[in-house]
T-cell receptor, first 111, second 114 residues
Framework: GENVEQHPSTLSVQEGDSAVIKCTYSDSASNYFPWYKQELGKGPQLIIDIRSNVGEKKDQRIAVTLNKTAKHFSLHITETQPEDSAVYFCAASHSGYALNFGKGTSLLVTP | GAGVSQSPSNKVTEKGKDVELRCDPISGHTALYWYRQSLGQGLEFLIYFQGNSAPDKSGLPSDRFSAERTGGSVSTLTIQRTQQEDSAVYLC????????????FGDGTRLSIL
């Protein structure tokens, strides 16, 4: 089945710096790649997603890039703020429905 | 508008008991999903519904786990004869019925088996 690897597992940045989280997937048939932010005690919240017919997508301070050849996608957060501190999950889907998640990155933004 | 609602938010039960977890999806979402999140782990897919049918139940870990959905809306996940390894947060999500649609999650049910 699909295997999604996510790195790093923890990331600490200073406020205003950029943060990058990387994921790789194993199934070349995967065609949908969402990113979720999860705060303590809450469910995951979708922050951005990308489909395989697009190489890059941006929404204000958040961007995602996809390299289908390398089976690799990344989340970029610019001008980080303390409220960006959370656990971030990448996911991939080859079925169009079930999501396979990475193990998460705990991001800490220090003032 | 209302998001995905799950109940109870917390459930503590003794090993061997049966438990029922409930999910109320976003109105109009025909697709509904159950995931499990164990301590410090990522999310693990359990089952997916399209309307009242479950085209993919490949993630259910054993025959102690079952789920149903009625009226194309509310879903219940049932775990029979609970074991300590069943302790986890059970998350429900819903989406529009087309493929590759954004899935919106509830806040989960935290299940603890004593």
């Amino acid at each position: 089945g699909e295997n999604v690897e996510q790195h790093p597992s923890t990331l600490s940045v200073q406020e205003g710096d950029s943060a990058v989280i990387k994921c790789t997937y194993s199934d070349s048939a995967s065609n949908y790649f969402p990113w979720y932010k999860q705060e303590l005690g809450k469910g995951p919240q979708l922050i951005i997603d990308i489909r395989s017919n697009v190489g890059e997508k941006k929404d204000q301070r958040i961007a995602v890039t996809l390299n289908k050849t390398a089976k690799h996608f990344s989340l970029h957060i610019t001008e980080t703020q303390p409220e960006d501190s959370a656990v971030y999950f990448c996911a991939a889907s080859h079925s169009g429905y079930a999501l396979n998640f990475g193990k998460g990155t705990s991001l800490l933004v220090t003032p | 508008g209302a998001g995905v609602s799950q109940s109870p938010s917390n459930k503590v039960t003794e090993k061997g008991k049966d438990v029922e977890l409930r999910c109320d999806p976003i109105s109009g979402h025909t697709a509904l999903y159950w995931y499990r999140q164990s301590l410090g782990q990522g999310l693990e897919f359990l089952i997916y519904f399209q309307g009242n049918s479950a085209p993919d139940k490949s993630g259910l870990p054993s025959d102690r786990f079952s789920a149903e959905r009625t009226g194309g809306s509310v879903s219940t996940l049932t775990i029979q004869r609970t074991q300590q390894e069943d302790s986890a947060v059970y998350l429900c999500a819903s989406s529009l019925g087309y493929s590759n649609q954004p899935q919106h999650f509830g806040d989960g049910t935290r299940l603890s088996i004593l």
